[in-house]
């Protein structure tokens, strides 16, 4: 019988968590805003890749609906974080 190895799929998920958690350090700490949503938005956008490179068995954790859906949640709060991040920079007005 062939045992299971969870730490490639327990790393991954561990990757996306404490990519996530040091962007929002960065912010909590007085870091600057942008750079924290950034590395948050970014640290998402990476398990949307590997959720969808992997296969439900490899994505462990990172698995939790039908892949098409982890996916898209993923990638679209990433970009959204990402995005959101980087209209702090826009100079909207002259104030």
Sequence with gaps: MKTRD????????????VGAAAGLGVIAFGGTPWIGGVITGGALLVGSAVRLILSEHRAGALAIRTKKTDVVVFAVLGLALVGGSLSLLLRLHNT
């Design 6 to 17: 969870n730490s490639t799929a327990w790393g991954l998920y561990l990757l996306v968590v």
